[in-house]
């Protein structure tokens, strides 16, 4: 995957997260930062892989690799790759998705994720008037 794959199924992935949250949890946006980062369905963090990725690890990390903004990112960071890639191919991808958070703007997400959800409210309104 490149590193834009990365940022856009991160994105996704956090949609899904953000789905499974309640409204008064939305609310919080430091606390929607923290478990989008904690969840093994976007970043892998924890686990040591990501639930929802699309592949094995060593077949998602082989474009990103040489990508100049995951690198630009990953030197940002000060890592060493050496000693991320001596864990595997899975510690390179949970890598990428966290990077890719930087990218990713949780206060529009959220935005997105309450508008849809009022979307789906006044749908339901509609459908239960015709009733």
């Known amino acids: 995957m490149t590193y834009e794959n990365y940022i856009e199924e991160t994105t996704n992935n956090c949609m899904s997260v953000l789905a499974d949250c309640s409204s008064g949890q939305l609310l919080d946006v430091e606390y929607i930062r923290k478990i989008l980062w904690e969840d093994d369905r976007v970043t892998g963090v924890y ?3 990501c639930t929802s990725s699309n592949g094995a690890a060593a077949e998602n990390i082989k474009e990103v690799l ?3 903004q995951f690198l630009a990112d990953f030197n ?3 890592m060493n790759m050496q000693e991320i890639m ?4 899975e510690a390179i991808d949970v890598v990428a998705r966290c990077l ?3 990218h990713i703007s949780i206060k529009k997400l959220v935005e997105q994720e309450r508008q849809r959800r009022i979307k789906r409210q006044r749908e339901a309104r509609t459908n239960s008037v015709r009733v």
């Open 47 to 49: 686990s040591g892989y």
């Open 86 to 89: 001596a864990h595997g191919a």
């Open 76 to 78: 940002e960071r000060n």
């Open 100 to 102: 890719a958070l930087k």
């Open 66 to 68: 040489f990508d100049e």
